[in-house]
Each structure stands twice: as structure tokens, then as C-alpha cells.
């Protein structure tokens, strides 16, 4: 059983930044995809960031340049740096992880079977 625990979130000024950390419990011996997605109140949950378990990773074109997925092995933990925030950022940020035979990680939400309970990024204007 995959097991996803993030955590970072919180209030932070417009141009501010913050960095999300996701505890996984992730048979590294199974390829992966992992991935950050996000859902505003009233919105639907949509994607941010991937990255595979040979470390390659996409972007949402509105966070290119700013935020920056990543994977600290050793302590099993997924990251997302984030800088220049803007008030649009202001979401719930999920953590979300699935096998992958092919490699290839999609970017819908369906496209990954486990889910973290969440953390919430706040962003003033």
C-alpha cells in the first residue's frame, strides 16, 4: 500500500516562495510516475508537475520557470519548490504517485492511483 503525506503549505506574499515536501512510502523497485496537482475552490483538481522514476520531469506551462519538481531518494520524499508565486497559485496542492509500465507519466488526474490528504498554499496579492 502507497502511502503519500505532504506538507509545507501555507501563507505566503505575492513573489514569495514556498516548498512542499511529499513522505512516500513508493516500492522503488516498481517504475513510477509521482506528481504535484492542485484544485481551487470551485475548480477542478488540475495537474502542476511529473516526474518519472528515471527523473524527467513537466511542467504545467504556467508554473514553467517557477516551480521546480524533484525527488529526494534517500528519505523517499517528493519536492516542489516554488517561487514568484501569484495569487492565482492559491490552491490545494495534492501529492499523487502511480506504477507505470510504459514510463510514461500522464497528467490527468485519473492517471494516478494514490493521493496525499493535501496542504494548502495561500498566496495575498
Known sequence: QVQLVESGGG???AG???R???AASIYTYTPYCMGWFRQAPGKERGWVAT???GGST???DSVKGRFTISRDNPRNTLLLQMNSLK???AAMYYCAATSTITGYCGSAPRDFRYWGQGTQVTVSS
Request: some cysteine; aromatic content about 6%; charged content about 10%.
Open 87 to 89: 495569487p492565482e497559485d
Open 16 to 18: 514569495g516562495s514556498l
Open 58 to 60: 513537466s511542467y504545467t
Open 11 to 13: 501563507s505566503v506574499q
Open 51 to 53: 516526474i518519472t522514476s
Open 20 to 22: 512542499l515536501s511529499c
